[in-house]
Every structure is written in C-alpha cells, then in structure tokens.
C-alpha cells in the first residue's frame, strides 16, 4: 500500500505555536526501503486480532456459559475483562518499551494471545477460562498502545493513511469475528471451535515481527554503550491538560461505543424488531464504520485544526440518540448509519494519538496514558446504561446519559482539537 504521503496536522494557531514536529527514526535496524512494507503488514495483521477475541466471546457467551458452567457473576466477570485488562495492563507497556524493542514486545504480545485463545478454548475450568482470557486479553492491551508508536516511528509522514488502513483492519476483525463465531461453532459442533480458531489468525501475526525482533536486537547490541547515550526526558502525559483530554475524549467515545455493542440490539428488540433483525442493525453500526476507520484518519492529517471532525461527529452521534429515544423503528437504518458516522470518534481519536506528539516516546507514552485511562472511563458505559434502563424500564434516561457522555466528549475535544504536542506541554 504506497500512495502519496499524506501529511500530518500542521501547527497555524494564534494559541499554541510550537515548533514543526521531526520526522521519528525508524526503529533501529529497520530502514524505510528494507522494513517498510513487513512492519505495515505485521500492524494489519495484529489489527486484526485487536477485538476478535472479545467479540467472539460475546457472540458465544450463552453457550460458553453453559458448557463450563458460569455463574451470573463469573460471567460477568468474563464480560467486564477486556476494559480492565486495556486499562491495567496497557499502562505498563511504556515500561516494557524501554527494556525491549517494540517488535520483541509485539512477537510476546501476539504469543500471550494466540497461547491464551488455544487454553482457553480447551479447558473445562471456569477459573482457568477467566485466567486464559487475561493471557489473551494482556497481549491485546500491549498491541494497542504500540500501534500509534509504531505509525510514528516507522510512517512520520503518513500518519491518517497508515492508522487508518489499521483501524480498518481492526473494524474488519471485529465485524468478522462476531459475525462468523457462531457459524463456526455450529460447523464443529462446538463453541470451543468457534472461540479458538482465532487463535491461527494471532498466531500469523507473530510472523512478520519475528525478523524485526531479531534486527531490532542486533541492532541494539551494535549500538554505543547506554552510558554515551543521552537519556530522553520522560513524557509524563497524566500531569499535562492535553494528555487529561486525550484520555476523557478517549474514554468518552469508548463508554458510548462499548454501550451500543452491549444494548443497541436489545433496544431494537424493544421497539418490535426480531432478534435476527435487531442483530443485522448491530452488525450494520460495524460494517458502515468501516470506510469511516478508513477516511477519518486521512481527514484528520490534511486539517489544520480537528474542530470541524470534532463537531460533526457529535451533530451525528446527537441526531441519532434523539432519533433511537423517539423513533427507533421508522428510520432504524438511519440511526444506524449515523451511530456509524459518529463512531468515527474511534479512528479520531487513534490518529489524533500520533499528531499530539512529536516522538516515538512521546507517542507511546500518550497512548497508554490515553487508552489506560480511557478504558477506565468506559467500563461504566455498558454498567450504566443496564442500571438505568432497569430500573425505568425504558430507554429515555439511558440514551440521555449517552448524550451527557457525548458532551463530556465534545468538550474534550475541543481541547485536543488545537495543534499542540504533548512534548511541549508542562
């Protein structure tokens, strides 16, 4: 994939007037010409794999819990993993890039996925399985935070059409993995096939970074003594109002994200649909966000400022909760291709990671802290809007908390929206 660059977000504002940000060295041992083209198909493929592990679990989650016998609350449990895993485990990726290259982490993170998925797959232990989850799930954590860091270090000059072909990717692995587990499973006769077979497509990920890894590591034992080496000053983005704000517009737009996945359906189901048609209105949320993962970022990279990207996102996103609170069967295909649009917040926000920060280090230290903390604020979505919605029995209070997570969003957009760097900031 080798189009014209795209450029990143230059800096023209009378509030900040930093200076222009330099291109990021590619990873040591990796020039453009030799690894280019290997490290962006190793970040699709891991892409791939970033949700299909949770999502297949979602679409088998009353068989699985059958199979193994879960209880209401292990359930639970299963289900709230991935947002405490992003969190808790994502947030220590920066200490891992400092010891090792980032292709040896990846080739560890893609390891601990494909080993979780396989044992958790086998096992007839509940506790085992949640366990193997985490393994799984620790894996994707660490790949979350590195991609931004490596569209940085490898592709400084194509930062929205690189992090959108992986956004994409990523949108592509959730859609097929929800949409095909069952079948899958209903083919073997099984809901352990149905969850392991993604365990292959984790395992191919590995692949490319294996000759990275190994370059990466020759190449630091060739490198002068650490001592001749100057330290880079170490970003601190949780003591900085443009890394807070990365972190609420993250958490914002995944609180509303992982609140669609979890209920949209079952609102559908509400106002009359079928439950194979309210599943169809789901899976259209996903499918339509995937030319949107694909532009947003190229978008994002051409403006000077995100204002505009920030506020229709949020005239889309507003215009479909109204139309879901007072006319969910009429225009339902509607309000789905504008809960599309809106989730074009996710590929924004992944982009916006890259154009904040004029480093490799600051970058992954700006992901981490974003998505780490963002997780945190997301878990609450689907929590919440179950609370609300039993205890009114309807859908007017949870749709008007989404629209006061959505304004929360907006506000922190507004502050990211400004060209800055997180290097900059004190």
Known sequence: MTPPPVPTATVPTTDVTPGPAPAAAPAPGVGPARGGLLVLAGMLLVALNLRAAVT???ALLDEIRVGLGLSGAMAGVVTTLPTVAFAGLGALTPWLVRRWAAPRVLVLAMIALTVGQVLRAVTGSAAVFVLTSALALAGIAVANILLPMLVKQ???HRTGLVTGAYTMALTVGTTV???SAVPVAHAFGSWRAGLGVWAGLAAL???PWVPLALRARA??????PAAAVATPTRVRPGRTRLGWAMAVYFGAQSLSGYAIMGWLAQLFRDAGYRPEAAGLLLAGVTALGVPVALMMPALAGRLATLRPLVLSLTVFSTAAYLGLALAPRGLAPLWVLLLALGQGAFPLILTTIGLRARTAEGTVALSAFAQSTGYVIAALGPLLVGILYEATGGWTAPIGFLLVA????TTAGMVIARPRYIEDER
Not at 219 to 224: E, H, I, L
Not at 406 to 409: K, R
């Open 56 to 58: 297949s679990l979602g």
């Open 154 to 156: 490898h592709f400084p």
């Open 177 to 179: 993995a929800a949409a």
């Open 205 to 207: 990920a590995v692949i």
């Open 219 to 224: 190449a630091r034992r060739a490198a002068p």
């Open 406 to 409: 959505l304004a929360v969003q």
